[in-house]
T-cell receptor, first 117, second 110 residues
Framework: AQKITQTQPGMFVQEKEAVTLDCTYD???????LFWYKQPSSGEMIFLIY??????QNATEGRYSLNFQKARKSANLVISASQLGDSAMYFC??????????????FGKGTKLTVNP | AAGVIQSPRHLIKEKRETATLKCYPI?????VYWYQQGPGQDPQFLIS???????DKGSIPDRFSAQQFSDYHSELNMSSLELGDSALYFC?????????FGPGTRLTVL
């Protein structure tokens, strides 16, 4: 069964520094995709970045980059130049094919990031 | 850019009442998903629709039902509400692999 593991319940970082949030995954599917979402205290789930298993390059979106190491089954999120507004819960998720043809997301337990001024 | 719209944003119900949550997906997205996120938990998949047909079901109680209408909006109907149904309910839509979430409906059952 597909599983996402986020081993850091909480992380602290100083404003303007970079931070890495860890994510490891387990799947037997040859084709899969990995996501990172940000959930501020207001509750909405904000899509940050996506990495497909066959993508040759690591995904990047502005200050977010995904350090994808396929052999290690890890997909860590790197946030550069942290800002106070980055304080939130961060979820790593993997898409899983379902019998009916759709794909559900399986989420990790999340990492709460706090950016200190 | 258009986003997923959910209504209402907040809902308070008594035990054993019913609730209806609505979702309007991003235009031209063909798949809609519903997720439930309990307090301090990660989101759990409930049900999905592809082109207005139910596609897959997850851990959705029999008290819950959902449908997608001809205009692609979807509704999650919840009956005989229990205290444990208090959660944030997300709708997400997708056209390819990326799922975009709505702002969620926070349901509180008293």
């Amino acid at each position: 069964a597909q599983k996402i593991t986020q081993t850091q319940p909480g992380m602290f970082v100083q404003e303007k520094e970079a931070v890495t949030l860890d994510c490891t995954y387990d799947t037997s599917d040859p084709s899969y995709g990995l996501f990172w979402y940000k959930q501020p205290s207001s509750g909405e789930m904000i899509f940050l970045i996506y990495q497909g298993s066959y993508d040759q390059q690591n995904a990047t979106e502005g200050r977010y980059s995904l350090n994808f190491q396929k052999a290690r089954k890890s997909a860590n999120l790197v946030i550069s130049a942290s800002q106070l507004g980055d304080s939130a819960m961060y979820f790593c998720a993997m898409r899983t094919a379902l019998k009916g043809g759709s794909e559900k997301l399986v989420f990790g337990k999340g990492t709460k990031l706090t950016v200190n001024p | 850019a258009a986003g997923v719209i959910q209504s209402p944003r907040h809902l308070i119900k008594e035990k054993r009442e019913t609730a209806t949550l609505k979702c309007y997906p991003i235009p031209r997205h063909d798949t809609v998903y519903w997720y439930q996120q309990g307090p301090g938990q990660d989101p759990q998949f409930l049900i999905s629709f592809y082109e207005k047909m139910q596609s897959d079901k997850g851990s959705i109680p029999d008290r819950f039902s959902a449908q997608q209408f001809s205009d692609y909006h979807s509704e999650l109907n919840m009956s005989s509400l229990e205290l444990g149904d208090s959660a944030l309910y997300f709708c997400a839509s997708s056209f390819d692999h990326e799922q975009f979430f709505g702002p969620g409906t926070r349901l509180t059952v008293l």
